[in-house]
């Protein structure tokens, strides 16, 4: 990678993120660290305004935008197919959100590119449709606001129990979407699937994120096979 190209993506990947450290950078641009802070540097002097210091991060300061991009064949291609992977596994408010800005995004192509990408062969068919997703919307608005949830639940021996939870975050493995939350009754993390989730309603109670019981609490505690857990 020519350092002009390496520059812009370290802009683009700083822009990109709420922080961003060396170590990131280095992996993604495959060089060193020492590299990235020279970099950094250089991009600084000549007023990019990255702020953070070594051994923190790095983030773009409020305000600050590169111009218009144009997307490379390859990358448009991929976010066709990224749509269509993700439609049919996103509730109905988000799928079509998501449509929407794709199709944002291949409008400012040229239209040979913009033909090329859409004709991809690559597809995702449904051919059920989930009951589960109808769930998902409204998890994502609790999580987003930070409200209780009070739900009717089913495991895997079908007993039947009744939660008050924090949610935290919606995990799908391939097969299932699942629910990482803080359960106040069993006072720990629990995952709960979404598929034998058989009533969800918001509290209308709000909670903040506390020591202990915050999302990255939660995925310390579960590691790698964070949603697969049972109710306990």
Request: positive net charge.
């Amino acid at each position: 990678m020519r350092r002009a190209d390496r520059l812009f993506q370290i802009v683009q990947l700083v822009g990109g993120r709420r922080l961003s450290t060396a170590a990131f950078l280095a992996k993604r641009l495959e060089v060193s660290e020492r590299t990235v802070y020279r970099d950094i540097a250089d991009l600084q002097r000549q007023g990019v305004p990255i702020e953070g210091e070594a051994g923190v991060g790095y983030r773009l300061a409020a305000g600050f935008r590169l111009p218009p991009l144009m997307f490379k064949p390859e990358e448009a291609a991929a976010l066709v197919a990224a749509t269509r992977l993700a439609q049919n596994r996103l509730d109905p408010a988000l799928a079509l959100a998501l449509g929407s800005a794709v199709g944002k995004v291949l409008g400012v192509l040229p239209p040979l590119a913009r033909t090329q990408a859409e004709a991809l062969p690559l597809y995702a068919p449904s051919f059920t449709e989930d009951p589960v997703l109808a769930h998902l919307q409204t998890l994502r608005e609790a999580i987003a606001t930070r409200q209780k949830l009070r739900l009717r639940y089913r495991d895997a021996g079908d007993a039947a129990s009744q939660r008050t939870v924090r949610p935290l975050g919606c995990f799908f493995w391939g097969e299932v979407w699942t629910l990482g939350a803080w359960c106040e009754l069993r006072a720990d993390f629990r995952s709960f699937r979404l598929d034998r989730i058989t009533a969800l309603h918001p509290q209308g109670e709000r909670f903040r994120d506390e020591p202990g019981r915050a999302l990255a609490d939660f995925l310390r505690h579960a590691g790698a096979d964070a949603a697969r857990l049972e109710v306990g």
